[in-house]
């Protein structure tokens, strides 16, 4: 957020005619919560934003998640049934789960990119990652 996504609204800003000021005058303003620059587009730590960014502190969390529950996942991922199931079953449980997703979440909480209240996007990009966790993590040898 200071220093890949400042220069960003920095451009953007400057762009609009917003602002007439060097970078580094910017910069102290963007990095100040409490600062008066661009009011208007404040958010609550002012005009900090993550941007395109969003998704990495996502994906710190679900790395935490996936770390604190790895050996339980792990147990259960050794079940002998679960290993019975055929590959293309499970990516096509896993698509059904998605879409079911997407249709329960998508009206009722819509994508907002805060990561505390996100559940449209939690609940796709999790499983996505939780996914991709699981199926790196066999040890099928190859085989289908």
Request: charged share 10%; hydrophobic share 50%; net charge neutral.
């Amino acid at each position: 957020m200071f220093v890949i996504v400042s220069p960003q609204v920095y451009i953007e800003a400057l762009s609009q005619n917003l602002i007439e000021t060097d970078f580094w005058s910017f910069w102290i303003e963007y990095i100040n919560p409490t600062t008066f620059l661009l009011s208007e587009h404040h958010s609550v730590i002012g005009l900090l934003t993550w941007n395109h960014l969003w998704f990495l502190p996502y994906l710190w969390v679900y790395c935490i998640f996936v770390i604190i529950f790895r050996r339980p996942l792990t147990i259960f991922l050794a079940t002998t049934w679960l290993k019975r199931i055929p590959l293309v079953l499970m990516i096509f449980i896993c698509m059904c789960t998605l879409i079911t997703i997407w249709w329960l979440l998508g009206a009722a909480h819509p994508s907002t990119h805060d990561l505390i209240n996100d559940w449209y996007n939690h609940g796709k990009y999790f499983l996505v990652f939780l996914t991709g966790y699981i199926f790196a993590i066999q040890k099928t040898g190859g085989k289908t």
